[in-house]
């Protein structure tokens, strides 16, 4: 896949069959779009090309937004090209980008840049200066511009009734297997191994503190977690806690995976970990021992949790 940070950056020697949007956690409704995309585009007449935007339209637009997203741009890029996307566009959104009438838009974008044969687009997509044109406009343009408009009909996006918004509820709720049906994979989380304090191995329980560089990046809800990594090319199961560590009396979120059967040195290495199932909220112990007793008891819901799917 190619991937161009810029619109200005984009070329190609073939006309192109696109859509766009933010396309936020990559989840099985925006597939239904990347498919048709990738289908239209089989017999290699055409070049396929997803638009997408950073930073998300809301942190430009909306004042005190404070959305948090489902991906950080790497993991968006691994998703989309797992799909088969031949190119991708992320361009910076600003305001100034988000004064283009939907005019300027279509001719100086989609026609001058992109060479546009066909757009594919969900039937309430709208775009252009404050969102005022809709798809019929846009079929218009298609009609004076020269370019084919597939719309996404609505019974078809209802039958998933899936959206970013969705999952994010999801996971703000520690509703796991939820979230991961809205997506068609398993949520996960990127970060560095950082050291932390050790306390974990001080009662049997060594963690790998996980540091996540992107500050919008969503975390689940505070908790215990079931979770699975590719460790050394193994998949490796494990225990994450997301929280406080209120019995430590510790006052900075952290993101702590004790992974099972699993014993080597990932200091400095990013790894993905990906979520499973929600165990148990946060909690504060009045001593190390009945912490220790609970981590057990953790343990052992997890290992009958990782039974199941084997």
């Known amino acids: 896949m190619k991937i161009f940070h810029s619109i200005k950056d984009f070329n190609s020697s073939k006309k192109t069959i696109l859509t766009l949007g933010t396309f936020d956690g990559v989840h099985i409704g925006h597939k239904k779009i990347l498919e048709k995309l990738i289908q239209s585009t089989q017999n290699k007449e055409y070049e396929s090309l997803v638009l997408t935007f950073f930073p ?16 950080t741009i790497p993991e968006k890029v691994k998703l989309l090209e797992a799909i088969g996307i031949e190119n991708l566009v992320i361009h910076p959104f600003d305001e ?13 974008i989609l026609v001058d840049q992109f060479r546009i044969h066909k757009i594919i687009i969900g039937y309430d997509h709208r775009f252009g200066r404050n969102r005022t044109a809709d798809i019929d406009d846009l079929i218009g343009f298609g009609e004076k511009y020269g370019f084919e408009v597939e719309q996404i009909l609505v019974q078809e996006l209802n039958d ?28 996960f989380l990127t970060g560095l191994v950082s050291e ?15 540091k996540i560089k992107e500050d919008y990046k969503l975390i689940p809800l505070n908790g215990v977690y079931v979770v ?42 990013e790894i993905e970990v ?23 008891k953790d343990k052992n819901a997890a290992q009958a949790y990782i039974k199941k799917l084997q």
């Open 56 to 71: 998300h339209p809301r942190m430009v637009l909306q004042e005190k937004s404070e959305i948090k997203l489902l991906n």
């Open 96 to 108: 100034s980008f988000s004064r283009l009438t939907a005019e300027e838009f279509v001719t100086t």
């Open 160 to 187: 998933i009734s899936v959206s970013s918004t969705k999952v994010r509820k999801a996971i703000g709720e520690g509703d796991i297997s939820l979230a991961n049906s809205y997506l068609g994979y398993d949520y």
């Open 196 to 210: 932390g304090k050790r306390l974990g191995r001080t009662i049997g329980f060594p963690t790998a503190n996980l």
């Open 228 to 269: 699975k990594s590719i460790l050394n090319n193994v998949t490796v199961f494990g225990l994450m806690n997301i929280g406080f560590n209120p019995t430590i009396g510790e006052n900075k979120l952290s993101i702590e995976v004790h992974f099972l059967d699993f014993d080597a040195d990932l200091y400095d290495q």
């Open 274 to 296: 990906a979520f499973l199932h929600y165990i148990r909220a946060e909690q504060k112990f009045d001593s190390f021992e009945l912490l220790k007793r609970q981590i057990e």
